[in-house]
């Protein structure tokens, strides 16, 4: 039997004609979830939003009241519910496994609708092109963001700046032409040599420095670690490159 059914929360928050609070919206659903008996309180103005702050010495909402006790904000409500809270500063490799799960989905489709079978030959090709358009993809959302990060271990950028803002440019254009089977003189040596100088930055940056560096391979403001799956993207790009090119 649910511990927390039949008990009653109060729930405060931010309710306004042109902003509704994601969190509170979290908070209420969490709190149904659990059983509880919801009382759900809209703070409709601003002035109403601060005058609820000062009042309970909270400098956030939405706040919850559980039993008459206040229990906090969203973060708060997952600790006292058990529930695990996110480390906002912890590494994770999510992103890019989303990236490769994307990726080997849209390959498989692909060979699918081509060949009308899951696994051929070019559902490999496919799944490396994809990947690396996606993975692109991610690096020109933000490319200053990821140069920055990509200076941090990347061997020929720190020695020619310009090659930071180049590379996501050099990796779209190599996968787009590896998945239209064309432009193979263009793309055969992007790939080669961006793969090639990337593997040769991380191996040297993680197994020889022992650095612990974040990778900028989803883009700059990832939390992926450098370190194998960052040598594999570029470890791929080769593979595809000398693939094609003995092809």
């Not at 009382?39 to 010495?57: V, Y």
């Not at 039993?67 to 600790?79: E, K, V």
Request: aromatic content about 12%.
């Amino acid at each position: 039997m649910n511990a927390t059914a039949g008990r009653h929360a109060a729930l405060y928050r931010m309710v306004m004609d042109k902003h509704v609070c994601p969190w509170g919206l979290k908070s209420r659903y969490l709190l149904r979830r659990a059983g509880f008996t919801v009382d759900d309180h809209w703070l409709t103005t601003r002035e109403e939003t601060d005058a609820f702050k000062a009042q309970h010495r909270v400098e956030t909402t939405p706040q919850v009241f559980i039993d008459g006790s206040r229990i906090g904000g969203y973060d708060d409500l997952r600790r006292y519910l058990g529930k695990p809270v996110r480390d906002p500063d912890a590494v994770s490799y999510r992103p890019v496994a989303a990236v490769f799960a994307m990726a080997a989905l849209l390959a498989l489709a692909s060979s699918w609708a081509s060949a009308g079978a899951l696994l051929t030959l070019r559902t490999a090709e496919w799944f490396i092109a994809f990947a690396m358009c996606l993975l692109a993809m991610q690096k020109l959302q933000d490319v200053d963001s990821f140069a920055t990060m990509f200076l941090g271990y990347d061997l020929l950028a720190q020695r020619w700046v310009p090659y930071a803002y180049l590379y996501p440019f050099g990796e779209a254009l190599a996968g787009v032409l590896m998945l239209a089977q064309a432009g193979k003189a263009i793309a055969i040596p992007v790939a080669l040599f961006i793969g090639s100088v990337g593997a040769v930055s991380v191996f040297y940056a993680v197994y020889v420095q022992g650095r612990q560096l974040r990778c900028a391979c989803v883009g700059g403001n990832s939390r992926v670690p450098l370190g194998f799956v960052s040598l594999t993207e570029n470890l791929m790009m080769v593979a595809m490159a000398l693939w094609m090119l003995l092809k």
